[in-house]
């Protein structure tokens, strides 16, 4: 997750063009409410993005209540 579409468009390219699947997203919310435990093998998070605590973002993910 990214706050800048551009960076997230060139690294979902990047990584699909290297034969993976890849979900990207840009806001918080949509990432919560597309996020399916057990289903990725790397999430990659933006730690310096603003008006967001991507660490609580990251406890969300990794503790889905």
């Known amino acids: 997750m990214d706050d800048e579409p551009d960076i ?3 690294i979902k390219n990047i990584i699909e063009d290297n034969g993976f699947q890849i979900n ?26 603003p008006k967001i605590d991507v660490f609580e973002l990251y406890i969300q993910i990794k503790n889905p209540k």
């Open 24 to 49: 990207s997203f840009n806001n918080r919310i949509t990432a919560l409410k597309s996020y399916r435990s057990n289903f990725y093998d790397l999430v990659i998070l933006d730690i310096k993005m």
């Open 8 to 10: 997230t468009f060139t």
